[in-house]
């Protein structure tokens, strides 16, 4: 028989994954590690950490998220555009699927 967590989950249901130690909870509710206790383990972290804001401060890494950014605004632009073009249509009574101006389905035209 599997054993779960049992944690209460938001829905009210009860969490069905697998726990990190026998009788105990998930990763997702407390059955991580809180933290480094020793000072080795302390130190260990405050390295892993200046790694990696060195990697995170590095040019690649920085033209990486503009792109990424100027892509979602270019996208948002998009999407407000075939917004603004389909509730145009339904003013005038021309009711296509969102696709058509591609757009995600909504839940009523399916």
């Known amino acids: 028989m599997?054993?779960?967590c049992g944690a209460r989950t938001r829905r009210g249901t009860r969490c069905r994954c697998t726990p990190v130690r026998p009788g105990g909870k998930c990763r997702f509710h407390?059955?991580?590690s809180t933290g480094p206790?020793?000072?080795r383990g302390r130190q260990q972290s405050s390295r892993n950490l200046q790694v990696a804001r060195l990697?995170?401060?590095t040019?690649?890494?920085k033209?990486?998220?503009r792109q990424r950014s100027l892509k979602a605004a270019r996208t948002m632009r998009r999407r407000r555009r075939a917004e603004r073009e389909r509730a145009l249509d339904l003013k005038l009574g021309i009711r296509l699927p969102p696709s058509v101006y591609g757009l995600p389905p909504d839940d009523?035209?399916?």
């Open 55 to 57: 990697a995170l401060a």
């Open 2 to 4: 599997k054993t779960y």
């Open 63 to 65: 033209e990486t998220r």
């Open 30 to 32: 407390g059955g991580l």
């Open 59 to 61: 040019d690649a890494h």
């Open 37 to 39: 206790v020793t000072e």
């Open 108 to 110: 009523g035209d399916r």
